[in-house]
């Protein structure tokens, strides 16, 4: 098997497409972040990065706060519109008939239609070139209480999440193994 060598570049694909809320004191923005993940479980951070040109660069430099909203099939539209699209010219929620719903810990919105939303608290900004990347402490998450079952679990499958990868949107169709199956032991048969 041959490979080709190619100059450095990001290629860990597919990656999340989610939807970062903020707000400025007054107006409400949508942003679509790919650069994001998770940094730390306890406590438990996360980070976004963006470029310094963003509007919603300034916005979260300011207030120190975002919403990571995850991103569902139905809301492919609305994730790839909020990262073409500029807050300078644009209101975002009102243009696509998103909901804006009061978070708990910070000022920025949830999206009400995103099944999972996390509250994040900037801890630090790090100038890395492209992008300045946000790291930040979890303060809250909301669930969607119509993906929980009747034992409490939550079924994010159920909300048909999408990820990113090379310019294109995917769906996610089935479940390969879960954590640990490799090396679990075979049930018997009796």
Known sequence: ???????PGTMIYPVPAVLVSCKDGTKDNIITVAWTGTICTDPAMTYISLRPERYSYDLIKKTKEFVINLTTEDLVYATDFCGVKSG??????????LTPQKATHV?????????????????????????HMFTAKVLAVHVDEKYMDAKNKFHLEKAKPICYSHGEYYNLKKPLGHFGFSVSKKKRKR
């Open 1 to 7: 098997m041959s490979k080709l060598t190619w100059k």
């Open 88 to 97: 300078r010219d644009v209101d975002k929620f009102q243009t696509l008939n």
């Open 107 to 131: 000022s920025a919105p949830l999206i009400l239609e995103s099944p999972v939303n996390i509250e994040c608290k900037v801890e630090d900004i790090i100038p890395l070139g492209s992008h």
